[in-house]
């Protein structure tokens, strides 16, 4: 963690075979990173298991939350962090009586401060809203604004992450907003200098 207000929180491509690791140490070597985020679409759980092992061990080299994408029972599998839950994914309750108080348990809430509100109560660690603008690594199918991170920053005590299409060119505007996290995939790992460059572009706008 940094003393940064708005910290960095990577989230995987979908692909994180061959050079991937290697990718993922330049990253970290960088800067300051938070948490990131392992996401794989259609494998089974024994070869995400296998694809996290190596991606874990560098999270934890470098001081850095490791968070599974939607699957409590992988968390639980690999002793992960802590877990990302979509809408669809289970209960903040439930991955907190599997993974145990010390988990870190987040929730996506699109443009939602309601849902935002029952996550909180259930025991989620942070919310996140998402996306702000197009992207490329998942359908949009909830548009967030700008405005739902000033309201939630200002009268909630809950950490935030702003998500989807987040770049150099436009994570001022809800860094400024008061998000605590931008969670950055595509900004970083298709960052045209590689992804050390991008984590330190990124960086020097949180500081």
């Known amino acids: 963690m940094t003393d ?3 910290q960095l929180y990577l989230i995987s491509p979908l692909e994180v075979g061959g050079d991937f690791p290697v990718r993922l140490e330049e ?4 800067g300051p990173v938070a948490a990131f985020q392992f996401r794989v679409k259609g494998i089974d759980q024994h070869k995400a298991a296998e694809l996290a092992a190596p991606l874990q061990e560098i999270c934890a080299r470098h001081d850095v939350a490791f968070i599974v994408n939607d699957s409590i029972s992988l968390a639980k599998r690999i002793g992960a ?12 309750r439930e991955a907190r009586a599997i993974l145990g108080r010390d988990a870190q348990i987040g929730v996506t809430c699109h443009n939602s401060r309601h849902l935002a509100m029952e996550a909180a109560e259930a025991g989620a660690d942070y919310v996140a809203f998402g996306a702000f603008f197009p992207t490329s690594t998942k359908e949009v199918k909830h548009q967030a604004e700008i405005e739902t991170v000033e309201l939630w920053s200002q009268f909630t005590e809950v950490p935030c992450v702003a998500i989807g299409g987040i770049t150099t060119q436009n994570a001022g505007e809800v860094i400024d907003a008061g998000a605590d996290f931008i969670a950055v995939s ?3 790992w298709n960052h045209a200098d590689g992804p050390a460059a991008a984590v330190k572009a990124f960086n020097a ?3």
């Open 4 to 6: 940064y207000k708005c």
């Open 27 to 30: 990253a970290l070597t960088a």
């Open 81 to 92: 962090d802590g877990v990302h839950l979509g809408q669809e994914d289970g209960d903040p």
């Open 186 to 188: 595509s900004g970083v």
């Open 205 to 207: 706008l949180l500081a």
